[in-house]
Nanobody, 126 residues
Framework: QVQLVESGGKLVQAGGSLRLSCVAS????????MGWFRQAPGKDRELVAA????????VYTDSVKGRFTISRDDAKNTVWLQMNSLKPEDTAVYYC???????????????????WGQGTQVTVSS
C-alpha cells in the first residue's frame, strides 16, 4: 500500500507563505492524480488543488486560485503545495491524497482518492 507523508505545516502570519510537501513511498502510476485537501474546524474536507501525475496539469478551488500552486516531481515521488498570500481562512489541516486510477476529469470528491496522508496543520494568524 502507498504511504503518503506530509510536512511543512506551521503557524504563519497572514500574507505569508508556506510550502507543504508530500512524499509517497513508491512510484506514482501514470494515470494517477495527486490532490491536496484541507479540513478546517466545523467545515467539510475540500479539495484545494490537484495535479495529473503524467502531464502536470492542475486544477484549483476558486478560493486559492492565484495564490496556491501545486507541483510534482515524478522522480522524487513528491508533490508540493506552495501557498502564498495566506489568509486566516486558509487555516486547516492539509492532507495529500492519491487517486490511483483517474481517467477523464480530476475529481473534487474526497471519496475518489485511495490513499491519504495523516495531515499537517497550517495556522494563519491575523
Amino acid at each position: 500500500q502507498v504511504q503518503l507523508v506530509e510536512s511543512g505545516g506551521k503557524l504563519v502570519q497572514a500574507g505569508g507563505s508556506l510550502r507543504l510537501s508530500c512524499v509517497a513511498s513508491e512510484r506514482i502510476f501514470s494515470t494517477s492524480v495527486m490532490g491536496w485537501f484541507r479540513q478546517a474546524p466545523g467545515k467539510d474536507r475540500e479539495l484545494v488543488a490537484a495535479v495529473w501525475w503524467s502531464s502536470g496539469s492542475t486544477v484549483y478551488t476558486d478560493s486559492v486560485k492565484g495564490r496556491f500552486t501545486i507541483s510534482r516531481d515524478d522522480a522524487k515521488n513528491t508533490v508540493w503545495l506552495q501557498m502564498n498570500s495566506l489568509k486566516p481562512e486558509d487555516t486547516a489541516v492539509y492532507y495529500c491524497a492519491l487517486d490511483m486510477s483517474r481517467f477523464g476529469s480530476i475529481s473534487y470528491a474526497s471519496g475518489s482518492y485511495n490513499y491519504w496522508g495523516q495531515g499537517t496543520q497550517v495556522t494563519v494568524s491575523s
